[in-house]
C-alpha cells in the first residue's frame, strides 16, 4: 500500500476512536473540526482563508482514503430522509473498511510505540543530565541504571521486572547514542565507561541539558 499523508493518518486515527462496533457509521466532520480547530465565525469561509483551506485538505484526503478502500461513504436515513452533509461536500457519514480498519489499527500501534520510545529517551536523557550535574563525565551502564531504578521504582512492581526492561543491552545501545568515547574501566575488566559530551552551563552555573 502506498504511503500515507499526515492527513489521512490523522483520519484513519480519528474514524478508529469510534469504530465500534466495526463498521459504524461517523460523522466524521464533527471530530474533524474539534480536533484540529475549524472553527469559522460569522463570516463567509471565503473572508477566512486559512481554515477554508484547512477544511478543503481534510476533504481531499477523505477523498483519497476513499479512492483506496480504506473508507467509505455511508447513507444514513432520518424518517425517510437520508442525511447529506450539511457544508456541501458529499455524504455526512462514512466508515472504515474492514481493509481501513487494519489500517487504522497499525497506524495506532506504530503511533503508541514511537510515544513509547520518545518517553523513554525522555526519561534517559534525564538520567544523563542528573549524572552530568553530580560531575561524571564517564558512567557506566551499572551507574545509568541505577539511576534510572531510583526515578522509575514507583513503574514497576519490582527490581525484577525494571530490570528485564532497562537490561544492560538497552541501556548499552542508548549509551552509545548519546555518548562520545567509550574505555575500559581496567585491563582485566570487561565493563566499559562511556564519555558524555561535556556539560553545558547557564547563567546560574546550573549544568544545561547537551543532549
Known amino acids: 500500500m502506498a504511503k500515507l499523508g499526515s492527513r489521512e493518518k490523522s483520519l484513519l486515527l480519528l474514524m478508529l476512536k ?3 462496533p466495526p ?3 461517523n460523522p466524521i466532520w464533527f471530530d474533524v473540526f474539534s480536533e484540529f480547530e ?3 465565525n460569522s ?11 484547512e477544511e478543503y485538505k481534510f476533504k481531499r484526503a477523505l477523498y483519497r482514503l476513499t479512492r483506496r478502500g480504506l473508507v467509505k461513504p455511508v447513507l444514513v436515513a ?3 430522509v437520508s442525511l447529506r452533509n450539511p457544508k456541501g461536500c458529499g455524504y455526512a457519514f462514512y466508515s472504515l473498511t474492514k481493509l481501513g480498519r487494519l489500517a487504522s489499527e497499525k497506524l495506532y500501534q506504530q503511533k503508541h510505540q514511537q510515544e513509547h520510545i520518545l518517553k523513554d529517551q525522555g526519561v534517559f536523557e534525564g538520567a544523563l543530565n542528573h549524572l552530568l550535574g553530580l560531575g561524571n563525565l564517564y558512567v557506566t551502564v551499572n551507574q545509568v541504571r541505577e539511576v534510572l531504578w531510583q526515578g522509575l521504582l514507583h513503574n514497576f512492581s519490582s527490581r525484577v521486572e525494571f530490570d528485564r526492561y532497562w537490561n544492560n543491552t538497552k541501556t548499552g545501545l542508548m549509551l552509545k547514542k548519546y555518548t562520545v568515547g ?4 581496567g585491563e582485566n575488566n570487561r565493563e566499559r565507561e ?4 561535556n ?3 547557564d547563567q546560574n552555573g546550573e549544568v544545561t541539558s547537551p543532549f
Open 199 to 201: 556539560p553545558q552551563f
Open 23 to 25: 463498521g459504524r457509521a
Open 194 to 197: 562511556y564519555r558524555l559530551p
Open 18 to 20: 469510534s469504530d465500534e
Open 43 to 53: 463570516l463567509p469561509k471565503t473572508y477566512q482563508p486559512s481554515k477554508f483551506c
Open 182 to 185: 567509550q574505555r575500559r574501566v
Open 78 to 80: 432520518a424518517e425517510g
Open 38 to 40: 475549524i472553527t469559522y
